[in-house]
């Protein structure tokens, strides 16, 4: 289940990430960012989704995360788990460090620029049905 080839992700005008790395990178990628869309591609298909804008909006956000990934150094599953984005919250106070990883949205390991591909996606959507 790939939701971005190698050649997608170079006509999106990226290139930081070669052939061999891709695969693996990809899978990571498309973990995290199933974590914080509720799975909304592991329970319909990215293929036949009909709203392109949302699409479009999901590779690029695809894309831009394994570049985030490649940018901290994670070529392993083992790397993923051990990455911890070093922040503490008092109420609602958040202070982070200046690491890499302060690039991220919480704690989710996504990197910020990739959650704001989605912001208008709906997506993101954490609704609560209230009847």
Same mark, same amino acid.
């Given at each position: 289940?790939?939701? *971005?080839? %190698? !050649? #997608?992700?170079? $006509? *999106?005008?990226?290139?930081?990430? @070669?052939v061999p790395e891709f695969d693996n990178? $990809?899978?990571?990628?498309?973990?995290?960012?199933?974590?914080? @869309? &509720?799975?909304?591609?592991?329970? %319909?298909? *990215? =293929?036949?989704?009909?709203?392109?804008?949302?699409?479009?909006?999901?590779?690029?956000?695809?894309?831009?995360?394994? !570049?985030?990934?490649?940018? /901290? &150094? /994670?070529? =392993?599953?083992?790397?993923?788990?051990?990455?911890?984005?070093?922040?503490?919250?008092? &109420?609602?106070? +958040?202070? #982070? =460090?200046? =690491?890499?990883?302060?690039?991220?949205?919480? +704690?989710?390991?996504?990197? @910020? $620029?990739?959650?704001? $591909?989605?912001?208008?996606?709906? *997506?993101?959507? +954490?609704? /609560?049905?209230?009847?």
């Amino acid at each position: 289940m790939s939701y *971005l080839t %190698h !050649e #997608e992700y170079l $006509e *999106l005008g990226f290139n930081k990430v @070669t052939v061999p790395e891709f695969d693996n990178l $990809e899978k990571y990628a498309a973990r995290q960012l199933n974590r914080v @869309t &509720g799975d909304f591609y592991m329970r %319909h298909s *990215l =293929s036949d989704d009909t709203l392109k804008y949302r699409v479009d909006k999901f590779k690029i956000a695809m894309a831009v995360q394994i !570049e985030y990934l490649k940018s /901290v &150094g /994670v070529t =392993s599953l083992s790397d993923l788990l051990n990455a911890s984005t070093p922040s503490v919250s008092v &109420g609602r106070m +958040r202070i #982070e =460090s200046g =690491s890499a990883n302060a690039a991220t949205v919480g +704690r989710t390991m996504v990197a @910020t $620029e990739a959650y704001n $591909e989605l912001v208008y996606t709906g *997506l993101l959507y +954490r609704g /609560v049905d209230y009847r």
